[in-house]
């Protein structure tokens, strides 16, 4: 009976956080009243209190805790907005409702042994005395008592001769716990790349994300991220699509040598690079007349953003905290097809927009 629990650990805080816990306290308080305060636009905690539901401390406290999280941060006008992850995770509570409500969701949550109890009803129908089990840990039978008598008052199971069974909407319920606890996972375990990411698309393939690896830099670290990237430039593509935002000539040289060779693709520069390299005084960059199947495209809009497309088996994903600096980026780094897809379609929506630099 008894089953681990779904945990994760923030990049952000080194924080252990089991899932349920973490939902249960969402759900059970008013932190996600604040998101969805949040989710009109940037607020103070002064801002919040005037709706008079809590205090200005009760607020800060709760956006304090929330940024920890990745869900908020300081916003550049003042006060707090939500970040990418923030907006996911606002999204996935708010699509619960339909068979699983904010109070039954608390309920649900509240014990380590409630959500396990409904799971063994799904694989079969059970009677209470089966339920226990004498292991150290497992539910007591007064727990599993508790447990039942939720279950059907919630209409999530019936019973027959002693027998609980599980119904349709115990089914759903079961089924839309998992999908919000596999998506609350990758929010948190993702932290710095959702709290970096701009919040231009929240159609992320969010739960695809379990077997990404993260990797993230920061001026005390900053090579983490060019390293992979410097990895990732392999003799043996066959076709490469790069969108890129930041000046890194180490990184361009590497490419430049792989470019000359004959490696096929395209890659797209934004406007603040663009602008840095003739600063620079390295806007030979951006001619691709030196390249046989290579062509690049310039942006007229600049970006926090970078992707890295690998013959369309490995996506590479960067989101930056400024325009044109790399040095806090956070990376994720993926070969699922789901990932891989969302990366390509949001690289297109930038491509239908790139134009030739010498049209700038």
């Known amino acids: 009976m008894t089953q681990s629990e779904r945990a994760t650990t923030n990049p952000l805080t080194d924080e252990r956080i089991v899932v349920r816990e973490f939902i249960s306290d969402l759900a059970g308080s008013t932190s996600l009243d604040i998101l969805r305060s949040l989710d009109e636009g940037a607020k103070t905690a002064s801002t919040i209190a005037e709706s008079g539901e809590i205090t200005r401390q009760t607020a800060s406290k709760h956006l304090v805790q929330l940024t920890d999280w990745g869900l908020t941060k300081t916003a550049d006008a003042g006060g707090y907005e939500l970040t990418t992850g923030g907006k996911i995770t606002l999204e996935a509570f708010e699509s619960c409702p339909n068979g699983l409500d904010r109070e039954p969701l608390t309920q649900l949550t509240r ?23 004498t292991t150290n840990g497992s539910p007591s039978r007064a727990t599993v008592r508790r447990a039942l008598r939720m279950f059907e008052t919630e209409g999530w199971s019936v019973e027959s001769d002693g027998v609980h069974r599980l119904t349709p909407a115990g089914k759903q319920t079961v089924e839309r716990y998992e999908e919000l606890a596999e998506t609350i996972e990758q929010v948190l375990d993702k932290a710095p790349w959702f709290q970096r990411l701009s919040p231009i698309r929240t159609d992320i393939p969010v739960r695809a994300l379990a077997d990404a690896k993260l990797y993230v830099s920061s001026p005390h670290s900053p090579g983490i991220v060019l390293a992979t990237a410097l990895k990732l430039c392999d003799p043996r593509l066959d076709h490469f699509r790069v969108l890129t935002s930041i000046f890194n000539p180490t990184l361009f040289s590497a490419y430049d040598k792989l470019l000359k060779l004959g490696l096929k693709g395209e890659a797209i520069v934004d406007a603040s690079l663009y602008q840095r390299l003739h600063e620079e005084e390295m806007e030979y960059f951006l001619d691709d007349s030196n390249y046989d199947n290579f062509q690049i ?64």
């Open 111 to 133: 014990s380590k042994h409630t959500i396990p109890l409904l799971q063994t009803l799904v694989e079969q129908p059970s009677r209470p005395s089966e339920l226990v089990d």
């Open 297 to 360: 495209f310039c942006l007229d809009e600049p970006l926090t953003l970078g992707i890295g497309i690998y013959d369309r088996e490995q996506i590479a994903i960067g989101a930056y905290n400024r325009t044109g600096e790399g040095e806090h980026i956070a990376m994720i780094l993926s070969s699922n097809e789901a990932v891989i897809q969302w990366g390509e379609d949001l690289y297109n929506h930038y491509r239908k927009r790139a134009r030739d630099p010498a049209e700038m």
